[in-house]
């Protein structure tokens, strides 16, 4: 009796040593969000964490989202349990999620840089709350065939949303000089990329809206 209350006990404490350490990374990961200046494309250093903010383009083509059929080249759809006051509810259970993304250009005034959202945080507004036909569920999620009172909602990224990226860039050949950011012009033609990694993590993020003034 005493090994497996002893057991439980070292169970227990491992898992809430994990969580801790899980709870200390993400603090670390949303200071590090906090403090990434605002850079323009052509001046973000290297190994450095910025915040862009630009204009979405498609790189290679573009998705289409499950539920909306907007094209896109990032989507996030999510199945939840259960609504509030008639309004998809964003708290109930989750049943289904289904994400797809794909490499893409965001633009500023100075640069472009290419993002690619595989693994990213995207902090995204709801864009399409919806009773889903069945014929569409069907196709987005079979398992769905047996559950009622669903509600889903998507999260897009589509060409022409402005996106604010905050991460760490890295500089690989750009294989079109002409469209490479302005500053580095001494050596080969480079292009920026963000990409999310444990370590250096990246996030995607709607601007603020603007107060009326």
């Not at 999620?97 to 945080?121: E, K, L, N």
């Given at each position: 009796m005493l090994d497996v209350l002893l057991a439980a006990g070292v169970a227990l404490?491992?898992?809430?040593?994990?969580?801790?350490?899980?709870?200390?990374r993400r603090s670390a990961h949303m200071r590090?969000?906090?403090?990434?200046?605002?850079?323009?494309?052509?001046?973000?250093?290297?190994?450095?964490?910025?915040?862009?903010?630009?204009?979405?383009?498609a790189l290679a083509g573009t998705k289409v989202a499950p539920i909306s059929g907007d094209r896109c080249v990032y989507y996030r759809h999510v199945a939840r349990e259960?609504?509030?006051?008639g309004v998809p509810s964003l708290t109930g259970r989750v049943m289904?999620?289904?994400?797809?993304?794909?490499?893409?250009?965001?633009?500023?005034?100075?640069?472009?840089?290419?993002?690619?959202?595989?693994?990213?945080?995207a902090l995204l507004p709801v864009h399409q709350p919806a009773d889903v036909p069945r014929t569409v569920l069907d196709r987005v999620d079979p398992t769905s065939s047996n559950r009622t009172g669903l509600k889903h909602t998507e999260h897009l990224i589509r060409p022409g949303d402005r996106l604010v990226v905050i991460g760490?860039?890295?500089?690989?050949?750009?294989?079109?000089?002409?469209?490479?950011?302005?500053?580095?012009?001494?050596?080969?033609?480079t292009r920026l990329r963000f990409t999310h990694s444990p370590q250096f993590p990246l996030?995607?993020?709607?601007?603020?809206?603007?107060?009326?003034a």
């Open positions: 404490v491992g898992g809430a040593a994990v969580a801790l350490e899980r709870l200390i590090r969000v906090r403090a990434a200046p605002p850079t323009a494309i052509a001046a973000v250093p290297d190994a450095t964490d910025v915040r862009i903010e630009g204009t979405v383009e259960g609504s509030l006051g289904h999620t289904a994400v797809a993304g794909q490499p893409f250009v965001v633009r500023d005034p100075t640069g472009y840089a290419i993002v690619d959202p595989a693994g990213a945080t760490r860039a890295v500089r690989e050949p750009d294989p079109d000089p002409t469209k490479a950011a302005g500053t580095y012009r001494d050596g080969p033609a996030h995607l993020l709607a601007p603020a809206r603007k107060r009326p």
